[in-house]
């Protein structure tokens, strides 16, 4: 192996037929559409990687190095990618049980950087110079920072609603980015016009494979978090499902390392009900889900009409015992509102919504409050608008300090 480091994968795979493709070559999507999955050789990870190995390492993203696809320390390009904390809510959630893993303190403040992180650095190592995505916000914002970071040319298209300061921190990252007059999906659209013609590399959501194995990260994550034991459920809110197809690998990995047996949470995929593609399907046992046109809800990241890896989703969620559940905009912002008012945690709107769903499964008794639970706030609250604070004091004018 000419690699300054040992790494340990062997192929990958077609999500939907297995078909095999070989490592160290760049790919988009499979030959039928479909996204690949990396594949290691798990026996000579276990030989290579005892678990107090692992376990005596610094907590950041790249302890799990032997069970992540890049070969080259070299390519590696990290803006501090640490392990996120679990934060108790236990007022406005209700449960004592329940914890917010808080990816808003990951770079670019949210876990996009997780994703991008991998991707970018596969995509150096794959001899990539210029790429080009579609993004809601936030996953545009850490390809930006890590494109930047190493020298790629970056082209990145958003919706035309996307909040302003996404836009800006692309921009300020050293993107081009433009708004484009539709919703995520036209904008895949065009960044595929691109690709076909050889101007770009298509970083569409699952569109290249490695964002799955960064966004696994989470999964391997919390099972080193609750002591090998993995929770009772997880609430992840879904857009195009990465993180939630990621973790469900990340588990079957552990599991054939024989770090962790073969239970597993329920997996919730929360949705908002302006845009739920995924629930609709669950609902009616389909396979994929339909376009939901017309998407609207103020949780942008999960906006997401049509999912490329939807079967894939579905197919963890039902495996898992869980369910698909849609929450409306009011309920979100209520939940964002009491986790800052009542725990002191402002979360994102993704992050409310699990909440709010959370709430919702306690209420219909989907969920006790008993059960260990992990709800998902994807990116820091600071990115989205807050409601309104105006109030003011006249520093000449006299003051009732007891009314302050
Ligand atoms: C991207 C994003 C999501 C959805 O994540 P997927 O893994 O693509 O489903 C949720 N919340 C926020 C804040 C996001 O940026």
């Known amino acids: 192996m000419t690699a300054d480091r040992q790494t340990f994968v062997t192929h990958l795979e077609c999500s939907m037929t297995g078909e095999r493709y070989e490592a160290d070559e760049l790919h988009g999507l499979s030959r039928v559409g479909r996204p690949l999955l990396v594949r290691y050789d798990l026996d000579a990870v276990k030989a290579a990687l005892p678990k107090a190995t692992l376990e005596a390492r610094q907590t950041d993203l790249w302890r799990w190095r032997e069970l992540l696809p890049v070969r080259h320390t070299g390519n590696i390009v990290s803006l501090g990618e640490i392990e996120t904390p679990l934060v108790p809510i236990p007022k406005s959630s209700g449960s004592a049980n329940v914890l917010v893993k808080d990816e808003g ?10 994703g991008l992180v991998m991707a970018v650095a596969m995509a150096k190592e794959l001899g990539v110079t210029k790429i080009a995505m579609p ?10 920072a890590y494109a930047t970071r190493c020298g790629i040319e970056t082209i990145v298209l958003a919706p035309q609603e996307t909040p302003e300061v996404n836009i800006r921190e692309i921009a300020a990252q050293g993107a081009r980015v433009y708004r484009v007059n539709g919703q995520i999906d036209d904008c895949g659209a065009i960044v595929g016009r691109g690709a076909a013609e050889g101007r770009w590399f298509d970083f569409s959501t699952l569109k290249e494979p490695y964002r799955i194995e960064g966004k696994k990260t989470m999964g391997l994550e919390l099972a080193a978090q609750f002591g090998w034991k993995l929770p009772d459920a997880i609430f992840y809110p879904t857009g195009g499902g990465t993180g939630l197809i990621g973790m469900w690998k990340a588990f079957d990995e552990l ?4 770090w962790i047996g073969s239970e597993r949470p329920r997996m919730y995929a929360i949705q908002a ?8 399907a669950f609902e009616a046992g389909e396979e994929h889900a339909e376009r939901w046109e017309d998407a609207a809800t103020v949780a942008a990241g999960i906006r997401v009409p049509k999912a490329v890896g939807d079967f894939l989703i579905l197919r963890a969620v039902r495996e898992s015992g869980g369910k698909a559940l849609g929450v409306g905009d009011p309920a979100i912002l209520k939940a964002v509102d009491d986790c800052a008012k009542k725990d002191g945690l402002l979360l994102c709107p993704e992050g409310g919504a699990t909440l709010a769903a959370y709430r919702e499964a306690l209420r219909t008794g989907e969920v006790d409050e008993e059960e260990r639970v992990v ?7 600071l990115k989205y608008p807050m409601p309104e604070a105006n109030a003011a004091v006249d520093r000449f004018a006299e003051i009732d300090l007891g009314a302050l």
Do not use: H, Q, Y
Request: glycine residues 16%; hydrophobic residues 40%; proline residues 5%.
């Open 105 to 114: 303190r990951l770079p670019t403040g949210s876990f996009k950087a997780r």
């Open 135 to 144: 993004t809601n916000g936030n996953a545009g914002a850490a390809l930006a």
């Open 255 to 258: 599991e054939k390392l024989g």
């Open 273 to 280: 009900s302006g845009c739920a593609p995924i629930v609709r």
């Open 375 to 381: 709800l998902f706030n994807c990116a820091t609250g």
